[in-house]
């Protein structure tokens, strides 16, 4: 058994999470740490809402509240929509909590004592008519070194450079289209290039990345500059330094404690759960996390935080970078042992835009269709490795042709012969060759599913699960148990049907990772009794160092099935089923496009 972090993306709380985002860092995480759950090792999936910064700010003033007041709208819009997608965080928190303030504030010095954090005069970008900072992804330009267009002010995403806002040509505002002024101003730097030599030793030693992430991380090493990690600013972390710390118009940037959030929330996760030092199973790099895997989820855009700014973070905070130092308070911390980043989500061909309203929102989406049909289909068709389209026509094909026609139909026929013709789960008589077939293919589903879900290559983990189920359906065709009505072909009836239901519990297992909703319906369509598959509550919780009170998602996640096959109890009582997947009429595909205002050509 391992202790296993599963460090999920922080949603940033200036609005409601759309379903590009959750197909990012949403359903994969998710899926990872039920498995791993079910596997026997001891999970611990934490993340929250990102609250700081100057989108923010921008937001909140245009909307006429304080940049609080808007955070705290959307984090708990964010909080209940991924709690009506299933998401089972240990502790979903956010970045405005005092505990999250102090690691913040204690990393900031450690890196700041051993010498990786230095003050410099820099160039800032103003905002003619407001005088207030702009973020560096508020400024938009042409990137100096590749040409393209539509860089921001902090990297190019096309040739990935790291940029800082001046060096854009022909800059401009993405608030107004203003020009930005550029005046002189003090500020923090993280060291970078002082880790580029441990950041790619140790990327070096990465085994098993999806190629893109590895590609792309180890091209950014090339030309490390140093990173402002302060800025002229009212919204965010105070700076935890002598003539810093109650200057009100200088804070953290938001980049450097938004990636802090895993590790503080992880602390208060320890915290909240009676042991304060629990979190040191994750993340200690001495011998209590010796068994330590972590685990980062995100979106591509996200790549550059995840894979070089937080491991050289964490390096600095341990004393690891080229200028040594001494570890802090927490001790050494445990490096990444893998980031998992998911291309792009599209939708019928376009971009996600919520200003052109080419864009579904989560809770939109739910209100109207299952979450496991939205969590099959990120799983089944989602941008693993690369960007995947979104299409309504689509949606409904999958839900409709491998959901309900393949999984629906099998649970719902197995169980409806059996209860009509036994009323229980009968017992199995000899078997054929047939039989044990088909009990093979489910049984040794659990080690190739398992170790395609621990690989991260989902699409061909479900797709395995599915198969299974292709092969119960046609095991059922074949053997035809509706037509064993005589009382001599009553035992081989029992039999079919008592196989059936066993590969139908077994695929319901391989499935519940993806599908935890309909995986506990069915459960109890088998007759089970109490929790298969765990799911998350809200709960309302005061700030643990008298701060303002907050909505959290977390859950007691160490009950429910294993990742085993468990043999029925013959004589177990089974009712006629109700349908677990609801058909969707294709006229939904023309309903759907016309709220885009728009169509699939």
């Known amino acids: 058994m391992s202790h296993v972090l599963a460090a999920v993306a922080w949603p940033y709380a200036n609005g409601p999470r759309h379903i590009g985002h959750v197909s990012g860092f949403g359903v994969p995480s998710d899926v990872f740490s039920r498995y791993m759950r079910m596997a026997g090792h001891d999970v611990l999936m934490v ?10 700010q921008v937001q909140a003033d245009a909307d006429g509240v304080t940049p609080r007041q808007l955070a705290d709208r959307y984090n708990r819009v964010i909080v209940e929509d991924l709690h009506g997608l299933g998401l089972s965080y240990d502790l979903f ?31 800032g970008a103003i905002s003619p008519s407001t005088g207030r900072t702009l973020p560096d ?8 070194i590749c040409g393209y267009e539509g860089a921001r002010g902090d990297q190019c995403d096309n040739c990935g450079n790291q940029l800082d806002p001046e060096q854009l040509l022909n800059p401009r505002s993405r608030i107004n289209g203003e020009i930005p002024q550029f005046v002189e101003t003090e500020h923090f730097f993280l060291d970078l290039p002082a880790f580029a030599e441990a950041i790619g030793g140790w990327l070096d030693r990465r085994e098993n990345w999806r190629p893109n992430v590895l590609k792309f991380s180890r091209n950014l090493l090339d030309d490390l500059q140093p990173r402002a990690i302060t800025r002229d600013l009212e919204w965010g972390v105070p700076i935890p330094l002598d003539g810093w710390r109650d200057r009100a118009d200088k804070r953290i940037y938001v980049w450097f404690d938004a990636v802090i959030g895993y590790l503080s929330a992880s602390i208060e996760w320890a915290r909240r759960s009676g042991d304060p030092e629990a979190w040191r199973q994750w993340w200690s790099a001495d011998a209590q996390g010796k068994d330590a895997l972590g685990y980062y989820f995100m979106g591509k855009d996200n790549i550059v935080f995840h894979s070089v700014i937080w491991p050289a973070l964490l390096l600095g905070y341990s004393g690891e970078g080229d200028s040594g130092g001494t570890a802090g308070e927490f001790g050494k911390l445990n490096l990444p042992t893998e980031v998992v980043s998911s291309e792009y989500l599209t939708m019928e061909g376009k971009k996600f835009s919520s200003s052109r309203r080419v864009v579904i929102y989560v809770r939109d989406f739910l209100e109207r269709y299952d979450a496991d049909a939205l969590r099959y289909f990120i799983a089944a068709a989602g941008p693993e490795s690369n960007d995947t389209d979104f299409t309504w026509a689509e949606f409904v094909r999958r839900n409709n042709d491998e959901l309900v026609a393949g999984w629906g139909n099998l649970v719902n026929r197995s169980i409806s012969l059996t209860a009509k013709n036994f009323g229980e789960i009968p017992a199995a008589g000899p078997l054929t060759p047939e039989d044990e077939a088909v009990l093979a293919v489910a049984k040794a589903g659990f080690e190739t599913v398992g170790e395609l879900i621990g690989k991260h290559r989902q699409k061909a983990a479900i797709g395995e699960a599915m198969r299974v189920v ?3 359906n046609r095991y059922l065709s074949e053997q035809a148990p509706w037509k064993l009505k005589s009382d001599e072909d009553k035992p081989r009836q029992a039999t079919v049907l008592h196989v059936a239901l066993q590969v139908v519990s077994d695929a319901n297992t391989l ?6 909703h309909s995986a506990q319906k069915v459960f109890e369509l088998l007759g089970g009794e109490g929790v298969h598959a765990p799911m998350p509550r809200i709960e309302e919780v005061e700030d643990l160092d008298g701060g303002p009170g907050y909505p959290v998602l977390t859950g007691d996640y160490r009950v429910g099935a294993r990742w085993e096959s ?3 109890v013959p004589g ?14 294709p006229s939904v595909v023309e309903e759907e496009l016309a709220r885009l205002g728009g169509d699939e050509s």
Do not use: M, W
């Open 47 to 56: 993340s929250g809402t990102d609250e700081h910064g100057t989108p923010i």
């Open 93 to 123: 928190t956010r970045t405005t909590t005092r505990n999250h303030y102090a690691i913040v504030q204690e990393l900031f010095e450690g890196l700041h004592r051993n010498g990786y954090i230095v003050a410099r005069t820099t160039l």
């Open 137 to 144: 992804r508020y400024i938009e330009g042409t990137c100096p």
């Open 470 to 472: 292709a092969e119960a």
């Open 511 to 516: 499935l519940t990772p993806f599908l935890p």
């Open 566 to 568: 468990v043999p029925l």
């Open 572 to 585: 177990t009582p089974l009712a006629a089923p109700k349908p677990v997947f609801r058909k969707l009429d």
